[in-house]
């Protein structure tokens, strides 16, 4: 008898290690949500704690945000027209100029003379053309007599024209020599800032085509910020806008924001197929003269209409290879895995264009903690009150 019970009493504990076994075996495979179910029933504390905030939705104007650089809106080399010695400088280095006011002068000495030699050429011309236009007169007069030949009044009267005509090309050659005379007192072409003087007193320059830079003249204001933009913005703020007014905003490399405003001055002619861009001109107001030509300048650009967006905190946002997600919790605070298509961002925060219905609630800070299909204990929390720093998952 004991012989026989014993195997029953083994091989009975053995079945029942078996069902037990079997038993969390199944309850291990159907665990999951069905356990998380039952043990936030259970246990509502047991839930994952996670901050949830709801979908913003507001009207906005979308910005795109883009790096340039700042140019001057009239930029002039100044190079000798005549040749000469330079006989003074009439600005100090980074000078700012008006229109008109001298810059250099080149000897003008050879030039004074040459417009007085011009002068007396002028004075014999005009002598020689109005004796021959009296002796003209005299000779038709002697016509109308028959006191004098047809022949010898005709080179009368050829003589005139003449006479009148090399006064006229003497007059123009007064004009050119007072020209050139002119050419030697170098004024500012624009108003702005002048550059440093490349060439100083005494200095002999040329007039032709390897004259010198003598110096640099740049506007003040306003001033241009050239940048480069994408064919999409483009075609979705520049091109739909023709003609009206696209809200531009520029910032420098020391600031945080973007404290000037400004509009699009010209867009080019052109897409570069290389590089897909388009090159654009904002103009800024620079009264104070702190913008220099060549400076750093972060610019974006507005549509100009306003619309209604969906926009959510970044943190919610995860990445799955190359889909972007967020965990979206119903009104029995089950998650749930949405995916999304996202925008531009807008003070700090993304713009999603698709997947996300206003008024929804998404996990910003937790989302490493849950899955799809989990039973959470959501805190409901501003979208811009985040200050999570975990990494989303993938």
Same mark, same amino acid.
């Given at each position: 008898?004991?012989? =026989?019970?014993k195997?029953?009493s083994?091989?009975?504990g053995?079945?029942?290690s078996?069902m037990?076994?079997?038993g969390i075996?199944?309850?291990?495979? %159907?665990? @999951?949500a ?32 883009? $790096?340039?650089?700042?140019? +001057? #809106?009239?930029?002039? /080399?100044?190079r000798?027209?005549?040749? @000469? ?7 100090? *280095?980074g000078?700012? #100029?008006?229109?008109? !006011?001298?810059?250099?002068?080149i *000897? ?27 002796d ?9 007599? %028959?006191? =004098?030949?047809?022949? *010898?009044? *005709? !080179? ?5 024209r003449?006479?009148?005509a ?6 123009a050659?007064?004009?050119?020599a007072?020209?050139?005379? $002119? ?7 624009v108003?702005g800032? #002048?550059?440093?003087? !490349?060439?100083t ?5 040329s007039?032709?085509g ?6 640099t003249v ?6 241009y +910020? $050239? ?6 913005t ?5 091109n739909?806008?023709a003609g009206?007014a ?8 020391d !600031?945080?924001?973007?404290?000037? &405003? ?6 080019? %002619? ?5 590089s ?8 800024? /107001?620079?009264? /104070? ?8 300048a ?18 919610? =946002?995860?990445? /799955?290879?190359?889909v972007?997600y967020v965990?979206v919790?119903d009104?029995q605070n089950r998650?749930?895995?949405?995916k ?6 807008h +003070? ?10 206003p @008024? ?10 849950v899955?799809?299909?989990? =039973? ?9 009150? $985040?200050?999570? &720093? ?5």
């Amino acid at each position: 008898m004991l012989s =026989i019970r014993k195997p029953i009493s083994v091989s009975l504990g053995i079945l029942c290690s078996v069902m037990v076994a079997s038993g969390i075996a199944v309850v291990q495979k %159907n665990g @999951g949500a069905g356990i998380n179910t039952a043990r936030a029933a259970e246990d509502p504390s047991g839930a994952a704690k996670v901050d949830v905030a709801t979908v913003i939705s507001q009207e906005i104007t979308e910005w795109q945000d883009y $790096s340039g650089r700042l140019e +001057a #809106v009239d930029k002039v /080399d100044v190079r000798p027209l005549v040749p @000469g010695a330079i006989v003074a400088v009439h600005f100090k *280095d980074g000078a700012t #100029v008006r229109k008109g !006011e001298p810059l250099f002068t080149i *000897d003008p000495r050879p030039f004074q003379a040459e417009v007085e030699r011009v002068a007396a050429r002028v004075a014999a011309a005009r002598a020689r053309a109005t004796y021959a236009a009296n002796d003209a007169a005299r000779a038709e007069r002697l016509l109308t007599d %028959n006191a =004098i030949a047809r022949r *010898d009044f *005709d !080179e009368k009267q050829n003589a005139a024209r003449e006479a009148s005509a090399n006064l006229k090309a003497e007059l123009a050659e007064l004009v050119n020599a007072r020209v050139r005379l $002119s050419y030697t007192k170098i004024v500012a072409p624009v108003a702005g800032r #002048v550059s440093q003087a !490349e060439l100083t007193v005494g200095n002999v320059v040329s007039s032709d085509g390897a004259a010198p830079v003598l110096t640099t003249v740049v506007s003040v204001s306003p001033i241009y +910020a $050239s940048f480069s933009v994408d064919e999409q913005t483009y075609l979705h703020y520049l091109n739909r806008h023709a003609g009206a007014a696209v809200p531009v905003q520029m910032g420098l490399a020391d !600031e945080d924001g973007f404290s000037r &405003t400004g509009s699009i001055a010209s867009v080019d %002619n052109h897409l570069d197929t290389q590089s897909g861009t388009i090159r654009v001109r904002a103009r800024f /107001d620079n009264a /104070d003269g702190s913008l220099l030509p060549g400076l750093y300048a972060r610019v974006k650009v507005g549509s100009g209409e306003s619309h209604s967006a969906m926009m959510v905190n970044p943190a919610a =946002i995860g990445t /799955d290879q190359a889909v972007q997600y967020v965990l979206v919790v119903d009104n029995q605070n089950r998650v749930h895995y949405r995916k999304v298509t996202l925008g531009a961002m807008h +003070a700090g925060m993304r713009i999603i264009t698709g997947g996300l219905n206003p @008024g929804e609630r998404i996990v910003i800070n937790g989302l490493q903690r849950v899955r799809p299909n989990d =039973i959470v204990n959501a805190h409901l929390v501003d979208m811009s009150a $985040s200050q999570s &720093t975990e990494k989303p998952a993938a």
